[in-house]
């Protein structure tokens, strides 16, 4: 169970473009998934926390004008990338923690990742 | 700010030998995780161990939260134990975020 699911697995884009990415919870419900940035060699960077119905949490130094994320079901948030840049190639993971449990007591669940490639 | 720091950085072991990852952290915790990053990219998660002693095959992990610090034990280690260990933690008064530590690149060769 806790199934996290991650679309698409790679994206290459142009410059200028922008790229959505989508991650759902399977087989159960989440108010809240996180976003994570990883870039080669280092370790994973909280973005956001998105919670479902409302506006977003930005972490210091992330431009939410630039990634776009929307949560508006408890099984569906997604990320958008807006006018990408060769800069933002990386790696991208969502998370998810199911309704009802809270965070001290229960672990947070992974999609497999997205691999954005700006050229 | 949050520090979970994990060590050795790097690790080369031989097929079959054991090894013991560690993941210090700052603060006291309400979440601990440990995960295996396969070189896919997959994080795999291996122990929700906020506290005590969980093993899972070849694989045990200790977490001692008053000392602030957890353990992964990996035992005859095989080729495809490769790839990068995280610990990430919920501290206690950090809200519901959950930070990863340095990692752990372990390649384990035959």
């Known amino acids: 169970g806790a199934v996290v699911s991650q679309h698409p697995s790679w994206v290459i884009c142009k410059s200028g473009t922008s790229v959505k990415i989508e991650c759902r919870s399977l087989?159960?419900?989440?108010?809240?998934m996180f976003w994570y940035r990883q870039f080669p060699k280092q370790s994973l960077m909280l973005m956001a926390t998105?919670?479902?119905?409302?506006?977003?949490?930005?972490e210091q130094g992330v431009e939410k004008d630039k990634f776009l994320i929307n949560h508006a079901s408890l099984t569906l948030s997604t990320l958008t990338v807006t006018s990408a840049h060769p800069e933002d190639s990386s790696f991208y993971i969502c998370?998810?923690?199911?309704?009802?449990?809270?965070?001290?007591?229960?672990?947070?669940?992974f999609g497999n990742g997205t691999r954005l490639t700006v050229t | 700010g949050i520090q979970v720091e994990q060590s050795p950085p790097d690790l080369i072991l031989q097929e079959g030998a054991n090894s013991t990852l560690r993941c210090n952290f700052s603060?006291?915790?309400?979440?601990l995780q440990w995960f295996h990053q396969n070189p896919w990219g997959q994080l795999i998660n291996l122990f929700y161990?906020?506290?005590g002693t969980k093993q899972n095959g070849r694989l045990s992990a200790t977490t001692v939260a008053t000392e602030r610090y957890s353990l992964l034990y990996i035992s005859s280690s095989q080729t495809t134990d490769s790839g990068v260990y995280f610990c990430?933690?919920?501290?206690?008064?950090?809200?519901?975020?959950?930070?990863f530590g340095t990692g752990t690149q372990l390649k384990v060769e035959l």
């Open positions: 998370s998810a923690r199911e309704v009802g449990r809270e965070f001290y007591n229960s672990p947070l669940h």
């Open positions: 087989d159960f419900q989440a108010t809240t």
């Open positions: 998105s919670n479902e119905g409302s506006k977003a949490t930005y």
């Open positions: 603060d006291s915790v309400n979440n």
């Open positions: 161990i906020p506290s």
């Open positions: 990430a933690v919920i501290l206690t008064g950090g809200g519901n975020k959950l930070t």
